[in-house]
Nanobody, 120 residues
Framework: QLVESGGGLVQPGGSLTLSCEAS????????MGWFRQAPGKQRELVAT????????YYVDSVKGRFIISRDNLNNILYLQMNSLRSEDTAVYYC???????????????WGQGTQVTVSS
């Protein structure tokens, strides 16, 4: 079970850092990703990071603004979000991902998520 935290209300242009921790002891987090779901929209991929070298992948809408990282010692996944925009408002989720020729996709279960609201 993964638990997301760090969401909140922030003004446009502000920053937030989200965290994702395993509620149970795990040997090592697998390939991981952040997803988000805005009101009335489908859940979408935001960023992924592989379990080996930590290579990141970002969707175009967050490139240059968000940074995904992981602490393999403590099994924590992070998402640093900078220059936030109103369109980033959503519930953010973390889960394991799998990679295929079609691209990355969610492979694990969903937690409660953490709400991010960007508004003045």
């Amino acid at each position: 079970q993964l638990v997301e935290s760090g969401g909140g209300l922030v003004q446009p242009g502000g920053s937030l850092t989200l965290s994702c921790e395993a509620s149970e002891i795990v040997f090592r987090l697998p390939d991981m990703g952040w997803f988000r779901q805005a009101p009335g929209k489908q859940r979408e991929l935001v960023a992924t990071i592989d379990s080996g070298y930590g290579d990141p992948y970002y969707v175009d809408s967050v490139k240059g603004r968000f940074i995904i990282s992981r602490d393999n010692l403590n099994n924590i996944l992070y998402l640093q979000m900078n220059s936030l925009r109103s369109e980033d408002t959503a519930v953010y989720y973390c889960t394991s991902v799998t990679f295929s020729p079609a691209g990355p996709s969610a492979a694990g279960s969903w937690g409660q998520g953490t709400q991010v609201t960007v508004s003045s």
